[in-house]
């Protein structure tokens, strides 16, 4: 604060006056006069008065300032009525701010879903804002927020965006979107194996928690997989508990798991789970008998062998028994061929045969083939691959295996030309063939049968069946009419697809179901039930039956692309969902893209709240009320009953200031008079 005069008269004048009273008081003074020194005072005082004294003050204008609205969209905001009163809020804040004088109020939406769960403080870290200007935040959440920083529980510590330059603390203001404190239940998935051994159990473990709950109780669970009744067990909430299963078949499995709700809880969304499970055969067991040695043998065990879940039993066989050429016996065979053993004893300990170039020649006695033709028809699978043998004495299909055998050659079938193969119209669409690219090496010897049914999925040279599939009773073979595969592995005028062709014939033979011919799927993406039926030469039912996990059934039409039947529909439920279509059945369930914001969708302060309070912020429950926005001097209270406040700075404006007269006119007069009347009083007596 400064000081200034103001004179209302001329300056010299005023102090020639001054000095005249002066002299004359000194002088009554010293002639005895009395009253003379209380007319002087009176005197001066008018003098003083007359000379405007006055105060300077500067002129204060409040400096422009930036607050962050950080408003929460995650989809635990999606519970009851909180985006709602979210956005009924924000609206009000944000009309508050527009009549504040300087104040830039700057909104920021959260939406969550990134698999991290609710980030506020990561938005209001990396909020773009004037360095120097920030005054403060409000958040608008429930109250679930997942990326608190550590020191900001015990003790309460704010980010330093909300420490001033001048040491003060600023405000973060908590609106909470409901009426106070909730309660929720949980069900939570603690361990799961992601495969399991098909006819073996599979152990899940789960805990179900009362959050906000004053004491555990007991709840109901209840576990659903495929066709099968419910089974229901009570649990305790706060306890692992553990759940066996049977994993009754290959490829997926989904299991649902619900629990009882919680009187009064926030939302039963987490109160259900679906825990997916592969199941897998135990290690492969796959017997290779080849022939005399051929360059395919080396193909089937290089790709057999890379398998780590294939184990490998493979017999060569060198020469028969009827070759007379005085070789001694103990040099015939480092391994005596165990054909007892493994035709008869062990036979259907493998999930799939290999003959490879087999020729008889009475190396099996044909009660060992009957074993073999009746391994398939319980289930087994056979691939035969056939060169020149099947066109001589003692070919297999002379004997009791070709009752499960797709083809048959004559004895004049042997073609040797060069030609490529190529899928048929049924292979361009069968799983076991389709989308191999058919820019194929060329082979130059193949077999043309007389006799053959089954699926044609590879022509041979004049459009012959190359490559058939067929099911035995409960079990599968798959003939291949050449030797000559193993050039592709050569790269043989380009090559081809050998040992993607071997994998996925050998997988179907094992009853894989991704490779199933003739199956149902189902998938759930982006809140779209997908539903694909391939039926690779079978005539389609069109319609389909959808029931959702509330029971609900609605037929649903497929149409048909490229010889895929497909489908969509909405799916928004979580749960399982189930689609039969022609006697298949198929599951599929929801994936959730953020398992964290499921993780606890009570609203609470317990979170944010002492981060709030520390910084001198409100915390306040907005389903009825949401405090008002105003701006508050510096050092003073930031929030009350109905309001929040925003610090506000103010800077003197630069050539700018407000006076104040230091006498006013009443108080010099009153003053002059009370002078005058002692005076007066003084020389009456």
């Known amino acids: 604060m400064m000081f200034d005069l103001s004179p209302m008269l001329p300056v010299w004048l005023l102090a020639t006056l001054a000095i005249l009273t002066v002299a004359g008081a000194i002088y009554g003074a010293l002639r005895g006069a009395r009253g003379m020194l209380w007319r002087a005072l009176a005197v001066l005082t008018l003098l003083g008065w007359l000379s405007g004294p006055r105060s300077l003050h500067p002129v204060l204008r409040p400096v422009p300032q930036d607050a962050l609205l950080v408003v929460d969209r995650s989809a635990s905001m999606q519970v009851g009525h909180r985006t709602a009163i979210a956005d009924h809020a924000a609206e009000q804040i944000m009309q508050d701010a527009a009549h504040l004088p300087g104040l830039t109020l700057h909104r920021v939406d959260v939406p969550g879903g990134t698999g991290h769960g609710t980030r506020l403080f990561e938005a209001l870290d990396h909020a773009d804002l004037p360095q120097g200007r920030f005054a403060g935040a409000i958040v608008v959440t429930d109250g679930m927020d997942h990326d608190v920083p550590p020191h900001l529980h015990v003790p309460p510590h704010l980010p330093p965006r909300f420490h001033g330059a001048n040491g003060q603390t600023l405000p973060l203001h908590l609106l909470l979107t409901a009426h106070g404190e909730e309660q929720d239940r949980r069900l939570r998935i603690l361990s799961t194996p992601p495969y399991a051994i098909v006819g073996q159990n599979a152990t899940i473990r789960v805990q179900v928690d009362d959050l906000g709950a004053p004491s555990a109780s007991v709840a109901i669970l209840t576990i659903r997989s495929g066709d099968a009744p419910p089974q229901t067990r009570p649990i305790q909430t706060g306890t692992p508990q553990d759940i066996t299963l049977p994993v009754q078949h290959p490829g997926e499995t989904l299991v649902g798991l619900s629990v009882s709700p919680l009187a009064g809880e926030a939302s039963t969304e987490n109160n259900s789970e679906v825990v997916r499970i592969r199941g897998v055969r135990d290690r492969l067991r796959v017997l290779l008998v080849s022939g005399v040695p051929n360059q395919g043998e ?181 003939m291949l009419l050449s030797d000559q595969l193993w050039l592709w592995s050569r ?65 649903v039409t497929l149409t048909q692309t490229k010889g895929v039947w497909h489908a969509s529909v909405p799916a928004t439920l979580p749960g399982i969902w189930s689609v039969r279509q022609d006697g298949l059945v198929a599951f599929a369930s929801p994936v959730s893209h953020d398992p964290i914001e499921r993780q606890d969708l009570r609203a609470t302060a317990t979170i944010m709240g002492a981060s709030a309070k520390t910084s001198g912020g409100t915390v306040s429950w907005i389903a009825d009320q949401t405090p008002h926005l105003r701006q508050v001097s510096a050092g003073n209270a930031m929030s009350g009953s109905d309001w929040m406040g925003l610090p506000v700075t103010t800077a003197a404006v630069a050539g700018e200031t407000r006076t104040k007269d230091l006498v006013p006119a009443w108080a010099a007069l009153l003053a002059a008079l009370i002078f005058l009347a002692i005076g007066w009083w003084r020389e009456g007596h």
Request: charged share 25%; proline share 8%.
């Open 491 to 555: 790269g043989e005028g380009g090559g081809g697809p050998q040992a993607e062709l071997l994998r996925r014939l050998s997988h179907w033979l094992m009853k894989e179901p991704d490779l199933e011919e003739n199956r149902l799927t189902a998938r759930i993406e982006n809140g779209q039930l997908t539903v694909e039926r391939h039926a690779a030469g079978q005539t389609v039912s069109p319609e389909a039956f959808v029931t959702a996990p509330d029971g609900k059934r609605q037929p």
């Open 298 to 478: 080396r193909v089937w065990r290089r790709l057999l062998k890379a398998d780590p879940s294939v184990d490998l039993v493979h017999f060569t066989i060198l020469r028969s028994p009827n070759t007379d050429d005085g070789t001694p016996l103990s040099d015939l065979a480092l391994i005596p061929f165990p054909i007892r053993e493994l035709f008869q004893e062990k036979i259907r300990s493998f999930d799939l045969i290999i003959l490879d170039g087999f020729r008889n020649s009475n190396i099996l006695p044909d009660e060992y083939l009957t074993n073999i033709a009746d391994y398939v028809r319980n289930g087994g699978g056979l691939l035969v691959t056939a060169g020149p043998e099947f066109t001589q004495d003692g070919t297999l299909q002379d004997t009791s295996l070709a009752q499960v055998l797709p083809a048959h050659v004559g004895t004049d079938g042997i073609v040797t030309r060069a030609f490529r193969p190529s899928l048929t119209d049924l292979g361009k669409t069968h799983p076991v063939t389709a989308g191999l690219t058919e820019d194929w090496g060329p082979w130059y010897r193949a077999l043309r049968p007389d006799q053959s049914h089954g699926e044609d999925l590879m022509h041979g040279p004049d459009g012959a069946p190359l490559l058939l599939l067929d099911r035995v009773d409960r079990g599968r073979v798959a």
